[in-house]
Antibody, heavy 119, light 110 residues
Framework: QVKLVQSGAEVKKPGSSVKISCKASGGTFSTYTIGWLRQAPGQGLEWMGG????????NFAQKFRGRVTITADKSTSTAYMELSSLRSQDAAIYYCARDVGLGEGFDMWGQGTMVTVSS | EIVLTQSPVTLSLSPGERATLSCRASQTVSSSQLVWYQQKPGKAPRLLIYRASIRATGIPDRFSGGGSGTDFTLTISRLEPEDFAVYYC???????????FGQGATLEIK
């Protein structure tokens, strides 16, 4: 059974960057889509982008294009999401999640990583 | 860009009652790309339904999904105490790849 384990909570200053990892264990990693999503306090879910590790190319929501980098290391079954130029509105819980069949939903989620942006 | 609007925003019901949540798309979408999730406080979302009507692994049969075109529904036939949560619908668009969520609907105990 695949499990996604994310890196720990982060506190960042405005204008800086945050990089979150998502390590998969217990199953196939490279052939599925790994998506990155976030949820601001009391708000809904927002998709940021994703990657299919075996392909390597990432795609992004228009809102985050130019500010987010998504990569994957097949050798360690780990995906990464880096968000730059942080502002207070980026404070949220960030999730990685797996979509095993395009459009069939994210069936496995990481535990979430809380990012606080504060000066 | 497709916009998903969920209604009602909040639904207050009692255990044992039937719940129906709606998800309306701003344009016709394929049923094969419509998904429902449940989220409880402090937890990651849980996949409930994919392809509009197929229950994910381990999801009780009191959950059912339906609809087509622009109107989709999630029905919980008889509410259990653990069903009170926030529900999201989501659409996947393939060209370019994009995942769009509804704003969420809260199912609360009356």
């Amino acid at each position: 059974q695949v499990k996604l384990v994310q890196s720990g909570a982060e506190v960042k200053k405005p204008g800086s960057s945050v990089k979150i990892s998502c390590k998969a264990s217990g199953g196939t990693f490279s052939t599925y889509t790994i998506g990155w999503l976030r949820q601001a306090p009391g708000q809904g879910l927002e998709w940021m982008g994703g990657i299919i590790p075996i392909v390597g190319a990432a795609n992004f929501a228009q809102k985050f294009r130019g500010r987010v980098t998504i990569t994957a290391d097949k050798s360690t079954s780990t995906a990464y999401m880096e968000l730059s130029s942080l502002r207070s509105q980026d404070a949220a819980i960030y999730y990685c999640a797996r979509d095993v069949g395009l459009g069939e939903g994210f069936d496995m989620w990481g535990q979430g990583t809380m990012v606080t942006v504060s000066s | 860009e497709i916009v998903l609007t969920q209604s009602p925003v909040t639904l207050s019901l009692s255990p044992g009652e039937r719940a129906t949540l709606s998800c309306r798309a701003s344009q016709t979408v394929s049923s094969s790309q419509l998904v429902w999730y449940q989220q409880k406080p402090g937890k990651a979302p849980r996949l409930l339904i994919y392809r509009a009507s197929i229950r994910a692994t381990g999801i009780p049969d009191r959950f059912s999904g339906g609809g087509s075109g622009t109107d989709f529904t999630l029905t919980i036939s008889r509410l259990e105490p653990e069903d009170f949560a926030v529900y999201y619908c989501q659409h996947y668009g393939s060209s370019p790849p994009m995942y769009t969520f509804g704003q969420g609907a809260t199912l609360e105990i009356k």
